[in-house]
């Protein structure tokens, strides 16, 4: 019977646990800008709709990067994402808003070939002459985000837009997964 208990306490602790860092990784990526000068503003690749259109997640990171790039921190804005599910290129579409938003195409360079976080950074560091890059990324997902990409530039900080409420919880939830999942790899 002491197995039962001790798997009965397990089952009701995992969820509690998964849950708690769900809600952590959403507070910690709640901050603000960093100060100073920065070389490049990456924004993390997000789906983009059937239509070609970006979805919510990938529009709202592309609009934080470009108020960071108005606001002066960096003086370029790396678009990342290869094709998912629906083309276009998630870059391409997020340079196309970022371009309707006032950004000249000489503040804009595309890496449309990654399909990861992890590809991200290595293919972002790859065509950018950046070393220190503010990662523009959902909350939940800023510090993955800031680690991985800490492993190809000489800096990395990272900004996390906020979404919904079910998207961020349910996002939250598969973080933590990810994270594990990083962590196992040795990717962060």
């Given at each position: 019977?002491?197995?039962?208990?001790?798997?009965?306490r397990l089952l009701a602790v995992v969820p509690l646990g998964w849950g708690l860092s769900a809600v952590g990784l959403d507070v910690l990526g709640d901050r603000p800008p960093p100060d100073g000068q920065w070389d490049a503003i990456v924004v993390a690749g997000c789906r983009v709709r059937p239509d070609g259109?970006?979805?919510?997640?990938?529009?709202?990171?592309?609009?934080?990067?470009?108020?960071?790039?108005?606001?002066?921190?960096?003086?370029?804005?790396?678009?990342?994402?290869?094709?998912?599910?629906?083309?276009?290129?998630?870059?391409?579409?997020?340079?196309?808003?970022?371009?309707?938003?006032?950004?000249?195409?000489?503040?804009?360079?595309?890496?449309?070939?990654?399909?990861?976080?992890?590809?991200?950074?290595?293919?972002?560091?790859?065509?950018?002459?950046?070393?220190?890059?503010?990662?523009?990324?959902?909350?939940?997902?800023?510090?993955?985000?800031?680690?991985?990409?800490?492993?190809?530039?000489?800096?990395?900080?990272?900004?996390?837009?906020?979404?919904?409420?079910?998207?961020?919880?349910?996002?939250?939830?598969?973080?933590?997964?990810?994270?594990?999942?990083?962590?196992?790899?040795?990717?962060?």
């Open positions: 019977m002491a197995w039962r208990d001790t798997l009965g259109t970006p979805s919510e997640a990938l529009k709202r990171r592309t609009e934080l990067a470009v108020s960071l790039w108005q606001a002066g921190v960096a003086p370029q804005i790396i678009l990342t994402g290869g094709v998912g599910t629906h083309p276009p290129a998630e870059a391409t579409v997020a340079a196309q808003h970022a371009a309707s938003l006032g950004v000249p195409a000489a503040a804009l360079v595309v890496e449309d070939r990654s399909v990861s976080t992890e590809q991200n950074a290595a293919y972002a560091a790859a065509i950018s002459q950046a070393s220190r890059v503010v990662v523009v990324t959902d909350r939940y997902h800023v510090l993955r985000a800031e680690r991985v990409f800490a492993r190809h530039f000489d800096a990395a900080t990272g900004v996390g837009s906020k979404s919904p409420g079910p998207i961020r919880i349910r996002g939250a939830l598969r973080e933590v997964a990810a994270l594990g999942w990083y962590a196992v790899r040795g990717r962060l």
